[in-house]
């Protein structure tokens, strides 16, 4: 039988150890995005496709090219970073587990990775294009776009989406050490639906109809799993607590 030590710890000792954490998690993503700036030139000729390629952006500031190089280092270094990032947070989360909960997080570390790449391609590929048609064509004039404007709302969608994407785990894990039930999420589905109205809103650069419900429909889906997923979890916290009382 396997003892948590987790409610043992006092308050000062959870803090100190989320200090450690978020500091290992700092110092990855420092190395990614030290690895990111060196693969930053091709990573800008992908981004500038959906309006032309880089040459077709205009620099205005003396200091534009320097923030646009360190902003898309920085969604490399992230990208590069985020297994290393998610272990940091589960290995913290799960402190209160036993080691067969663990080993269950960190096989979920993957398929965090995945989800948040998949918000970022769904956000690049399909929801970035139908923006750039609506914001280029809405008075049909020649328009040139800004480099800085063009990658602060390219990364922003992409962080923002794959962010967003990470929903169903986020909710599997928090079901796994008992903050919500799965009946939370049937009976709140309506709250959820506004839920996604609003973030879909903030979220989506246009604001129209057409584009908000191209980013709701996929989070819809992803609610419909977390559903599912938070019911494996919580039937996997009761037997674990059918065979372990001691476990909370």
Known sequence: MEESTSEQMPLSQHLEDLRKVLFRAILGLAAG??????????????LSRPVGGVESLQVI?????????????????LVV???????????????????SEKRGLFIAIPFATALFLAGGSFAFFVMLPASMRFFIGL???????????????????????????????????????GVIK???????????????????AVIT??????NMVIFMLPLFVLYLMSIGLSALAYKARNVSKTDDPEVE
């Open 33 to 46: 995005v030290i690895a990111g700036a060196f693969f930053v030139d091709p990573v800008l000729d992908f």
């Open 61 to 77: 500031e003396v200091t534009e090219s320097m923030s646009v190089f360190m902003r898309v280092a920085l969604l490399i270094g």
């Open 81 to 99: 970073a985020l297994p290393w990032i998610f272990f940091q947070l589960f290995s913290f989360v799960g402190k209160g587990l036993k080691k």
């Open 139 to 177: 008075l049909e004039v020649n328009t040139s776009i800004r480099l800085s404007s063009y990658f602060g709302f390219t990364t922003n969608l992409i962080f923002w989406v794959g962010v967003s994407f990470e929903l169903p785990l986020l909710v599997f894990v928090l079901t796994r050490v």
């Open 182 to 200: 799965p009946s939370l999420l049937t009976k709140g589905w309506r709250v959820a639906v506004v839920a996604i109205a609003v973030l879909a």
């Open 205 to 210: 650069p246009t604001g129209d109809p057409v």
